[in-house]
């Protein structure tokens, strides 16, 4: 078996003869305040378990910016397939059989984030310039200017753009599917900037003499 005290002096002999000087109260002071040092490092230790829990407490603003931070991200890996591959097997695999049930996950995510803002200080004060916006005497983009000033309204209207892009995305992407028509141009610009990839999905249709795009409706339900 190893003799880890002489050891010690061979690899560190200054420490090792100025520890042994020390009187031997001292020596057990120092073993004392190691020991506990070492037990506070321990993931079992009491007050690491505490850090722990504390960690696990989430304040409502903490629920939010998740929120929001799942629905800025979550959306662009439906995208990609619609865009890059919009006829592939796995991108219908995705956006056909499970995509409405995707988008309706990232609403719940939503409902999440308005249902928590809606619980924190100030969203009285939010509802009355919301009532503002729609007074036609009063300024309609000042009235916005003013909610964009509150964090939580732009926690709830981002993902609310968001996901309603990607709602209209899978729909022209499903209308190009169904009549033949090339939706990558229009799904992209759909994607960035919103209504004008829908108008770009209608010229292409009409252009290439496939008429409007009837985006669900069906013309046989008038009979």
């Not at 120092?30 to 009491?46: C, D, I, N, R, T």
């Not at 960690?55 to 439906?78: C, H, K, M, R, Y």
């Not at 729609?134 to 509150?150: A, D």
């Not at 190009?176 to 990558?184: A, S």
């Amino acid at each position: 078996m190893v003799n880890f005290s002489k050891l010690s002096l061979l690899v560190f002999p200054g420490l090792s003869s100025s520890f042994t000087v020390l009187p031997s109260s001292t020596k057990m002071h120092l073993q004392k305040k190691m020991g506990a040092s070492y037990a506070e490092l321990s993931v079992f230790h009491p007050s690491c378990i505490a850090e722990k829990k504390r960690g696990l407490n989430l304040s409502p603003q903490d629920v939010i910016e998740a929120g929001v931070s799942f629905d800025t991200f979550a959306p662009q890996f439906l995208w990609l397939p619609m865009i890059v591959a919009p006829e592939s097997d796995l991108t219908k695999k995705i956006m056909g059989t499970n995509g409405i049930a995707l988008i309706l996950g990232l609403a719940l995510v939503h409902l999440a984030i308005v249902v928590t803002a809606a619980a924190q200080e100030g969203a009285l004060d939010q509802i009355l310039i919301f009532k503002e916006v729609f007074e036609p005497s009063n300024s309609q983009l000042g009235g916005m200017q003013k909610l964009f000033q509150y964090p939580n309204f732009v926690a709830e209207e981002w993902p609310h753009v968001l996901i309603w892009d990607l709602f209209v995305g899978r729909m022209i992407w499903l209308d190009g599917l169904e009549r033949g028509i090339d939706t990558r141009i229009s799904l992209s610009f759909c994607n960035f900037i919103g209504p004008p990839g829908l108008l770009i999905h209608a010229a292409t249709c009409v252009l290439t003499g496939k008429g409007l795009p009837p985006m669900g409706y069906n013309s046989e339900t008038e009979d």
